[in-house]
């Protein structure tokens, strides 16, 4: 893994836009996207280049069970806020959380992907070393599934919500076999909060416990962190 250290959030936006353009001009087609806060300044980034995705497919990793694409905190409605409205792809994926039934939406996920291997693929990374919504302890060779979230997660994820009740308990997620295949992947952290799960991603033990620790066997993976997601690095 390739680490890359900057001062703040808004210079990890720009060195993973950097990358992002030098792999566009190679001719790359398809982008895998994370929600989260971590990738706003890369979005920020892409929303006001130059960049011109009208013949690219965009592939996003995870949507909560349960919200409508219209649904101010569903990841549908994240993506068109913070991306799409002023960068249209050829074509959009994201997982129906509202699907009646939810194992075919997963397979049908997965033939998307099949589809549309993914050149590029963004991720955060949870408190706990999730990645997409693959908490601790799913298996590797998982592809599109159903997910219980922690609580872990239930709590990390409800300041975007008005109270604890309303945070969705399940998510379909992309699985750790699919973004393992794809050819590149960036993954952002800033914080003391994802110091501890950078740690581990990088020096722990390849584990299912840290689901991030899998991208060790990935032979292209660049890592941009801030100070602070790196304190427990050295
Ligand atoms: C959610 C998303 C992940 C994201 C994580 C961290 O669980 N499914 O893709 O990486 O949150 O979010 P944040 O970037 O807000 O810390």
Redesign the pocket.
């Known amino acids: 893994m390739k680490v890359i250290r900057i001062n703040n959030q808004v210079e990890g936006g720009k060195k993973a836009f950097e990358l992002l353009k030098a792999e566009m001009e190679n001719g790359i087609k398809t982008l895998g996207l994370?929600?989260?806060?971590?990738?706003l300044s890369f979005y920020n980034e892409l929303a006001n280049s130059e960049l011109v995705f009208s013949e690219m497919t965009s592939i996003n990793?995870?949507e909560y069970v349960g919200l409508a694409a219209d649904n101010a905190q569903s990841y549908h409605h994240f993506m068109q806020e913070n991306l799409f409205q002023y960068k249209p792809f050829k074509e959009s994926f994201l997982p129906n959380g509202l699907a009646t039934d939810l194992q075919a939406e997963a397979k049908h996920y997965d033939q998307i992907i099949a589809e549309h291997p993914i050149d590029f693929q963004i991720?955060?990374?949870?408190r706990n070393g999730?990645?997409?919504?693959n908490e601790p302890g799913t298996p590797f060779d998982m592809t599109t599934h159903i997910v219980d979230l922690t609580q872990d997660?239930i709590e990390?994820?409800s300041r975007f919500f008005d109270s604890m009740e309303e945070v969705p308990k399940q998510?379909i997620s992309m699985g750790i076999h699919s973004i393992m295949q794809s050819k590149m992947v960036v993954l952002m952290a800033y914080g003391k909060d994802?110091a501890d799960a950078i740690n581990q991603m990088i020096n722990g033990p390849i584990s299912e416990d840290l689901p991030a620790s899998v991208l060790q066997n990935h032979p292209n993976v660049v890592v941009i962190v801030d100070e602070a997601a790196a304190s427990e690095l050295d």
């Open positions: 994370a929600t989260g806060s971590t990738p990793l995870d991720l955060g990374i949870g999730h990645i997409g919504f997660t990390a994820n998510a994802k």
